[in-house]
């Protein structure tokens, strides 16, 4: 379309990110208040719930994905989005250094953007604790990118154990899938991959399938740490039956191209290094501050000893400042880093910008009303009349309350067909693990889908996948 110009009598908000709250965000606000600016160096909304799922090629990863442009087409006013990442934030000139990461560049690679109103959504990165080895021979399950790595690797690896004349000690590397982390990710990825094993592979090569092994690796006493005890051991048992090892209390210490070292607690006390070879490795042991969220923190005194993320008020305001907000993974406010909470908070966020704006425009109704109350004293009566109602809609827009979470439960796939939920409805708890969750997990994330299109993509993926089994062809 045509190049539109910014209003200069509106305030510029530029918003980072286009993730679960950032994404949440454009889609309530009223853009016509504003000029709005996304910046993001991903031109798409990722639904992360359903990555796991593409690891295997059980959902195909454009199934979940959806255009932010075709999202922001949508929207009343026009809206500017620039692929780019944000490298800094100038607090004091109120101006973004964007830099253009991508493949393809022009002769403007890097520039400065000025804000009114700045939102924060860049989300998180991967922690590695600086784990030798971690970066240079490890998966992450984050991306699209990751997911499509992953995919790959799986059928590379059996693949090549399957080609002739491999060692026994060979094919049992290669067969051996590590996941670190048993967090839900880890406990997700574990359960697709053996659905993917038990449905698929073991058919489609028979000969190494009971070569194939699972490995879990968590360093606490128990996966899902956030989940109940019943669903803890709920999942571990389902993981017992379905022959995924779950080895708790051990701490990944070390990795390199074919081995992972860990040290495993004793009951009594004592410690046990160990040494296994494996063929992939994923490695899902939580979130890491993002450098350009560490840096804007290092340029904020309020923040100096906040270390997750940026420390916001209960109006998701960054602390030590004034025109600075943060929403998801890369906001402190007290909630766990989960897209349920990220996608409150940007629904939030947008109503409050929807709300100063219309106060904006009522106060200035009411100083043009009171300055012709002096022009035009005939018509006092009908003029008081009408400031006194703004004034009342005033009242009751800006009473804003701060923002409050609202825990619709958790949800997590463990595999066989099999979910577990803690979910708490009419004030009752509710805990459940099963195949009924397991309908109910998928029929949650269907009506969690986007758009229509994701929803008819993932389905068409599930039926597919039934039909057909996955498919195996390497990219
Ligand atoms: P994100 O969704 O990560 O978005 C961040 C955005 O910022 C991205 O668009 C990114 O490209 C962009 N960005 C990055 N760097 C920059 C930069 N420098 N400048 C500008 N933009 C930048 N949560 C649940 O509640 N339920 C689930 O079932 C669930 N399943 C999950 C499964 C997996 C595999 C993973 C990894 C996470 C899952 N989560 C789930 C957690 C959830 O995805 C995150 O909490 C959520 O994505 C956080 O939203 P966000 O907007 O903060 O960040
Ligand atoms: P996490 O932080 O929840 O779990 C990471 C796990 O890795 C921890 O249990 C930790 O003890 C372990 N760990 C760390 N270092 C280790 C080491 N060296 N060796 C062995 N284990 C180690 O991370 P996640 O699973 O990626 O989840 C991140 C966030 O996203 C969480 O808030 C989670 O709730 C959310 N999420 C939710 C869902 C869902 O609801 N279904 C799915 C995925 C992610």
């Not at 090569?205 to 968590?218: G, K, S």
């Not at 035009?376 to 009751?396: D, T, V, Y």
Request: aromatic share 8%; proline share 4%; charged share 25%.
């Amino acid at each position: 379309g045509p190049q539109v110009e910014p209003d200069p009598s509106k305030k510029t908000l530029v918003v980072l990110g286009t993730g679960w709250g950032s994404v949440s965000l454009l889609k309530k606000l009223d853009t016509e208040h504003y000029n709005v600016i996304v910046i993001s160096p991903r031109n798409y909304f990722l639904f992360t719930p359903l990555l796991p799922s593409c690891t295997t090629g059980l959902i195909e990863h454009r199934s979940i994905m959806e255009p932010i442009r075709t999202i922001l087409r949508h929207k009343k006013a026009n809206v500017k989005f620039y692929e780019a990442e944000a490298s800094s934030v100038d607090p004091e000139r109120k101006v973004v250094r964007v830099l253009d990461t991508s493949e393809i560049r022009g002769d403007v690679i890097e520039t400065e953007i000025p804000y009114d109103m700045l939102v924060v959504g860049v989300g998180a990165e991967n922690a590695t604790f600086g784990i030798p080895g971690v970066r240079e021979h490890t998966c992450f399950l984050k991306e699209i990118g990751d997911a499509q790595r992953i995919r790959k690797k799986i059928m590379d690896c059996v693949e090549t154990a399957a080609f002739k004349g491999q060692s026994q000690e060979e094919i049992d590397r290669l067969l051996h899938m590590v996941v670190v982390g048993g967090g839900p990710t880890g406990v997700e990825f574990a359960g697709e991959l053996q659905d993917f094993f038990e449905e698929d592979i073991k058919k489609l090569i028979p000969d190494i399938a009971d070569r194939f092994r699972v490995t879990l690796i968590e360093a606490l006493p128990n996966v899902l740490p956030s989940f109940s005890k019943q669903l803890i051991e709920y999942t571990e048992s389902t993981f017992k039956e379905e022959k995924i090892d779950i080895m708790t209390k051990t701490m990944v210490k070390k990795v390199t191209d074919k081995t992972v070292e860990a040290e495993i607690s004793k009951p009594d006390g004592s410690r046990e290094k160990i040494t296994l070879p494996y063929g992939l490795l994923v490695w899902a042991t939580g979130n890491a501050v993002r450098p350009v969220v560490k840096d804007l923190m290092d340029r904020i005194p309020a923040q100096k000893d906040s270390r997750r993320g940026l420390a916001v008020n209960e109006y998701l305001v960054v602390q030590g400042t004034r025109d600075i907000w943060a929403v998801g993974d890369c906001a402190v406010a007290g909630y766990a880093p989960t897209a349920q909470v990220a996608s409150q908070e940007g629904n939030f966020l947008a109503g409050l910008f929807n709300n100063m704006a219309r106060t904006e425009v009522l106060e200035q109704r009411v100083r043009e009303l009171s300055g012709s109350l002096n022009l035009q004293p005939g018509n006092a009566a009908e003029i008081s009349k009408e400031i006194e109602e703004h004034e009342r809609q005033l009242r009751r827009i800006k009473d804003i309350k701060p923002f409050h979470y609202s825990h619709q439960g958790s949800l997590a796939y463990i595999g066989s067909e099999k979910a577990v939920a803690d979910v708490s409805w009419f004030n009752g708890n509710l805990a459940s693990g099963g195949s009924l969750t397991f309908l109910f997990w998928r029929s949650a994330y269907l009506s969690m889908c986007f758009s229509t299109r994701n929803r008819l993509l993932v389905i068409n993926d599930w039926v597919k996948s039934k039909l057909f089994g996955r498919d195996v062809s390497r990219e």
